[in-house]
């Protein structure tokens, strides 16, 4: 078995147990609400597009300032 395919056994086995929800009698109940799904990928893709554009910005920030680096006074 190759590498790629443990990690990708691996992801599928995490994703199957974060999505299980078990009650407290012992039953379980796989059913997920779309509404907490829809608010939860809008705050995550906030999230990312607020993360885009602050590492935008300091990477332009960099270019445009002067390089201030060692003058000798000679």
């Keep these: 078995m190759k590498a790629f395919q443990i990690h990708g056994y691996l992801a599928v086995l995490f994703t199957e147990l974060l999505l ?3 009650m407290g009698d012992g039953t379980k109940e796989e059913k997920l609400d779309i509404k907490y799904v829809l608010i ?3 705050i995550g893709l906030f999230i990312v597009a607020v993360l885009i554009i602050i590492i935008m910005f300091c990477i332009s920030r960099k270019q445009t300032l ?3 680096g060692f003058q000798s006074l000679t």
Excluded: E, H, N, Y
Aim: no cysteine; aromatic share 0%.
């Design 20 to 22: 299980i929800g078990v």
């Design 66 to 68: 002067p390089q201030r």
């Design 40 to 42: 939860g990928g809008g």
